[in-house]
């Protein structure tokens, strides 16, 4: 049986800044067995000179460049749009796949679970151990948009990212609520290995510790019910009570005094899901489900 030299799978990067580790991450892309039909490149803020590195280095890779700051996920919205093939596998520009056959594998698991609308897979981080893949799967409510691969009708159906420079505590999980209020699923699967290539230090920034709160209180006012207001306060002080037992104290007032701000510049976005979603969503989330083929 002859191998086929492209998967029917658009590989798509996010960029900004971080030149050396993207170009390793298109190394390894290109380097699968199969690679990718095609790879996406979007480089945020402007930086034309990084795309033409890009394009130099890799003239079968294309590059888009956004000329504001859109961040991770207003690009992923445009890579998503531009992606010619149903699955869009989605790295981050310091994220890749350990495993060559990474993206046969990918085909193979949306075979086997049809009803997966987003399949997460297992994110390794710099000097965690990585552990042997395995044929285990479960249903869960959260996916890391740096190791995962969408079905693209289905990702356009929920609208997309709310493009925010610093996501911390929205991306993922908005759009993860609002495609489980739809009746998507997400699969997550330890035969996909993805390394992330950071000690996760940038996440103690006190523009990052800002965002993770302002971001909690903007996920609450778009997708909750007023009545469940609440829920977003209190999830709020439950993220702030545990950066100061962190001692991440640097970004707290920032962020509560961000948040009006943040709701403004997004107030014609809200549209709340369902309350039934939102619990099945939390009940998801406390307890994922073991999925059998």
């Avoid at 531009?82 to 796949?97: C, E, I, N, Q, R």
């Avoid at 990212?161 to 991306?171: I, R, S």
């Avoid at 290539?197 to 920034?205: G, P, V, W």
Wanted: contains cysteine.
């Amino acid at each position: 049986m002859t191998r086929r030299s492209t998967a029917d799978v658009t590989a798509i990067v996010t960029a900004y800044q971080r030149v050396d580790e993207l170009l390793n991450t298109l190394r390894i892309l290109c380097e699968c067995e199969p690679a990718p039909a095609e790879i996406v490149v979007h480089v945020d803020g402007g930086e034309r000179a990084f795309a033409e590195r890009i394009r130099s280095a890799f003239p079968n890779v294309t590059a888009i460049v956004s000329d504001d700051r859109v961040g991770p996920g207003g690009g992923r919205n445009k890579l998503i749009a531009a992606a010619h093939h149903p699955l869009v596998a989605s790295f981050d520009d310091d994220s890749y796949p350990i495993d060559r056959d990474f993206f046969a594998r990918l085909e193979t698991l949306f075979e086997e679970y049809p009803e997966a609308s987003i399949i997460d897979a297992h994110v390794y981080h710099l000097n965690q151990a990585i552990e042997p893949d395995a044929d285990r799967s479960e249903w869960v409510a959260d996916f890391s948009g740096g190791g995962c691969c969408y079905r693209r009708a289905r990702f356009l159906e929920t609208g997309g990212y709310v493009p925010l420079t610093a996501a911390y505590g929205m991306e993922e999980v908005d759009v993860g609520l609002r495609l489980h209020a739809l009746g998507g699923r997400v699969l997550r699967s330890r035969r996909l290995r993805v390394c992330h290539n950071t000690d996760l230090a940038r996440h103690a920034d006190p523009e990052v510790t800002a965002a993770s709160i302002a971001n909690i209180a903007l996920l609450g006012y778009l997708r909750y019910p007023r009545w469940l207001w609440g829920v977003a306060a209190a999830q709020c002080l439950k993220r702030i009570g545990w950066l100061l037992r962190s001692r991440r104290v640097r970004g707290i007032a920032a962020g509560l005094r961000s948040i009006p701000a943040t709701i403004g510049r997004h107030k014609s976005e809200r549209r709340p899901v369902p309350t039934r979603a939102l619990r099945s969503y939390w009940a998801l989330r406390r307890h994922p489900i073991p999925a059998s083929r």
